[in-house]
């Protein structure tokens, strides 16, 4: 520390008057904001490894030379193990769409704009960056290669497959490993600069909601798919799929600005072996990090991540058979069959446990699992109007919850809207963005979730919730539709959907048909 107010002081001329240790991320970096008399403010960093911290240097100089949205470079110690650099502020891309993520991927428009800026503005720094650049200064490799591919494919099958205790055919599984390893790296689009570490939170935002890039240190050459995959399929972000269509189409727009790209079908049919790569590089991670190191953050992970595959799996045919069998069999494990439960921890802490193995005893009772939910419990969940009176129970149990959706903002009372319903897209945004339903859907979510979780327990075959509004096509299908949509995903039981006054009817069918 004492080097770096050093260097600070040769750069400004005198110490600054306070000096903030910022939060730690990944890697072995650590940074400070050094913020002068005047109220200015630099960062300061602090790196372990000279390579690292050369290859950051280098690129950030050659970024800022092309007039790249990256941090400035202000001043480096001889030996370049520290270094100052411009201040881009506090707010990340990640912090600015937690809510989004926090609210199971329903992005309001805002946060979407933002996702959409950012992944415009990536094809520049892959492309335009990849010009003039000196590969030889990337670490800890300067190019996308075979060896790399097998190494973080030989990173899953060590730390995350032979963990889960699947059966495979070790030879079968490292044939398809190659012939995926080579479609990775054969074709002709290794020439941009692979950002590697492309997510929301290397992506800085300015008052104006501009991207700045950071957290570089890590790229290489390579293709232009990868950071594509890598930031529209992790698993945290909970993107739903059209959004992440959205984006891929923003990209691909964007990207015909720096090159000739191929066909939309061409584009997307080689995008998917990325995703498909890029999934298995990231359960590697949290096996190592989860399984092996036990924190509980990568362990959390899992589940979303393995979700990407199943979903994977079910759009695209890889012309990969024995991996596929083997993705298509991890799937299916019971312990996988997992999406957020609470549980109660001895010490008073409710935790958010999704360890797909047997709970450490201080965590308290065992969590469910959408596997542990397959039974025969049927969920029915209804919109109504109140002028037609609330919805009859069939099945003789009373008609369970009924949810009055009339003090929030109804979208009815304005003429562009009067002809749709809460399953319309404008209709979607006007109550997102208003932001009201999604509070009163969060205390449903919370009471469902408790009663659903129950009836499962004791073995019950019947659950109704009915939403009433004041004429049942706004506010009360948005409410329905979610409500339904969200219990089929964390419990995988079978829903029936009856938006009564509009006629529809939906049935999602149990995970396990």
Known sequence: MHKLIELYKQWS???????????????????????????????????????????FVYLCRHFSKRQLPVPKLLAVSDDELRYLESDLGSVSLFDAIRGGREAGGRYTLKEVQLLRRTIRELP???????????????????????????????????????????????????????????????????????????QARNVMLSEDGSPYFIDFQGGRKGPYYYDLAS????????????LRRELVYEYYNALKHYTEVPSPHKFVERLSLFVLFRQLQVLGAYGFRGYFERKPHFIE?????????????DERNFPYPYLTDVLTRLTKLPRFQY???????????????????????????????????????VVKVFSFSYRKGIPEDNSGNGGGYVFDCRSTHNPGRYEPYKQLTGLDEPVIRFLEDDGEILTFLDSVYKLADAHVRRYIQRGFTSLMFSFGCTGGQHRSVYSAQHLAEHIHDKFGVEVQICHREQGIKQTLPPFNT
């Open 13 to 55: 001329g005198a110490e600054p008057a306070h000096t903030q240790q910022l939060p730690v991320a990944g890697s072995n970096r650590v940074y400070y904001r050094l913020t002068a008399h005047d109220g200015t403010s630099v960062v300061g960093v602090i790196g372990t490894s000279r390579d690292e911290n050369h290859a």
């Open 124 to 198: 520049n720094i892959q492309m335009r960056g990849a010009r003039e650049l000196d590969f030889s200064n990337c670490y800890p490799q300067a190019e996308f290669d075979v060896d790399s591919v097998l190494f973080d494919l030989n990173y899953f099958k060590y730390c995350f497959l032979k963990a889960t205790e699947l059966d495979f055919h070790e030879l079968k599984l490292e044939a398809d490993f190659r012939l995926l390893a080579k479609d990775l790296t054969s074709v002709d689009d290794q020439q941009a600069f692979l950002y590697r570490d492309f």
């Open 231 to 242: 930031f529209l399929w992790q698993a945290s972000a909970k993107y739903p799929h059209k």
């Open 301 to 313: 992970s899992i589940p979303p991540a393995i979700q990407n595959i199943r979903e994977l799996l």
């Open 339 to 377: 999406v957020e439960a609470t549980a109660s921890r001895a010490d008073g802490y409710k935790t958010t446990d999704k360890n797909p193995y047997k709970p450490h005893p201080q965590d308290g009772p065992a969590t469910f699992s959408k596997y542990d939910a397959q039974g025969p419990l």
